[in-house]
């Protein structure tokens, strides 16, 4: 099989919602045929290239968005493909990270409270330990305080704020509100999720936005560049 079409096959499982062998997927027709994780598999072991995978990750859940905007998809058919990407990196992740020679610094990441969204972060996290940074993850739904009493303990480096919702973003701003008030200056926050943007972090105070993880790896060494006077 070709690589195209082992990518079309893996954005199609996605799509579906259809996990493994044993699940129905979203029209009911698919069980007993290989499932996300499966052509995963499969896909790795003809040498797909591990990005490419990873990309079409973020394609297919795209779509699954716009299927659940439309209407033709509700909350259990994109949580389902939600499924399939978290099964299916537990796969992936070996192949991306590769060995961590070089200590990079130390990353913190969370999503922040009211939001559940984590397929980004984690995919986040990743590339990034990949890229050689000790990543410390804290989940999804993390409070303010929770955030600034990690930063404390870990200090990190940098710390990566995720939001997916509208009506989560505005916790980032709280976060670095709360990190000022402690006297924590020394922390670059990074900012990243769906309706995040450039403008929102420079309004909010972040350090950065990133529209996905390998402008992360880019933003990072920037950072570390301007930080060193490279
Ligand atoms: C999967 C999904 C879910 C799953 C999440 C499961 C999980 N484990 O994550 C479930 C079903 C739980 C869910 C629930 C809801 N969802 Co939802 N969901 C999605 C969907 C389809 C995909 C998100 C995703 O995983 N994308 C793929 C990843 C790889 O992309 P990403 O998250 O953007 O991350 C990349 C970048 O943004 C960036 N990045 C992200 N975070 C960070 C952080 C840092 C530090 C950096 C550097 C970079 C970075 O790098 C990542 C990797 O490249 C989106 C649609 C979309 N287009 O985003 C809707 C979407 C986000 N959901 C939406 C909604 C409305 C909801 C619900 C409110 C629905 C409901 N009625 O209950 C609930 C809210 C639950 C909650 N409190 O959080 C809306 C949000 C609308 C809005 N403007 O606020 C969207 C846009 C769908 C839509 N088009 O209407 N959802």
């Given at each position: 099989?070709?690589?195209?079409?082992?990518?079309?096959?893996?954005?199609?499982?996605?799509?579906?919602?259809?996990?493994?062998?044993?699940?129905?997927?979203?029209?009911?027709?698919?069980?007993?045929?290989?499932?996300?994780?499966?052509?995963?598999?499969?896909?790795?072991?003809?040498?797909?290239?591990?990005?490419?995978?990873?990309?079409?990750?973020?394609?297919?859940?795209?779509?699954?968005?716009?299927?659940?905007?439309?209407?033709?998809?509700?909350?259990?058919?994109?949580?389902?493909?939600?499924?399939?990407?978290?099964?299916?990196?537990?796969?992936?992740?070996?192949?991306?990270?590769?060995?961590?020679?070089?200590?990079?610094?130390?990353?913190?990441?969370?999503?922040?409270?009211?939001?559940?969204?984590?397929?980004?972060?984690?995919?986040?996290?990743?590339?990034?330990?990949?890229?050689?940074?000790?990543?410390?993850?804290?989940?999804?739904?993390?409070?303010?305080?929770?955030?600034?009493?990690?930063v404390k303990e870990?200090?990190?480096?940098?710390?990566?704020?995720?939001?997916?919702?509208?009506?989560?973003?505005?916790?980032?701003?709280?976060?670095?509100?709360?990190?000022?008030?402690?006297?924590i200056n020394d922390?670059?926050?990074?900012?990243?999720?769906?309706?995040?943007?450039?403008?929102?972090?420079?309004k909010i105070g972040?350090?950065?936005?990133?529209?996905?993880?390998?402008?992360?790896?880019?933003?990072?060494?920037?950072?570390?560049?301007?930080?060193?006077?490279?």
């Amino acid at each position: 099989m070709n690589q195209e079409s082992s990518l079309d096959r893996i954005r199609h499982s996605i799509v579906m919602g259809h996990v493994d062998e044993n699940d129905e997927g979203f029209d009911g027709t698919m069980e007993g045929e290989p499932g996300t994780v499966d052509l995963v598999r499969e896909a790795l072991d003809v040498d797909v290239n591990p990005q490419e995978i990873l990309n079409i990750f973020n394609e297919s859940m795209e779509e699954v968005g716009k299927l659940f905007e439309s209407g033709k998809y509700l909350l259990p058919d994109m949580l389902a493909s939600a499924e399939c990407v978290g099964n299916a990196m537990d796969i992936l992740e070996p192949h991306l990270v590769g060995k961590q020679e070089n200590q990079k610094g130390k990353f913190l990441i969370a999503t922040v409270k009211g939001d559940l969204h984590d397929i980004g972060k984690n995919i986040v996290s990743t590339i990034l330990k990949g890229a050689g940074y000790q990543v410390k993850d804290l989940g999804i739904d993390v409070s303010v305080n929770d955030i600034v009493a990690a930063v404390k303990e870990f200090k990190p480096d940098f710390l990566g704020l995720s939001a997916l919702l509208t009506t989560t973003m505005t916790e980032m701003e709280a976060v670095i509100k709360k990190l000022k008030e402690a006297g924590i200056n020394d922390v670059k926050v990074l900012i990243g999720g769906a309706p995040t943007s450039e403008e929102f972090a420079l309004k909010i105070g972040a350090d950065g936005y990133c529209r996905d993880a390998l402008h992360a790896v880019a933003k990072l060494e920037q950072m570390q560049d301007a930080l060193s006077g490279r």
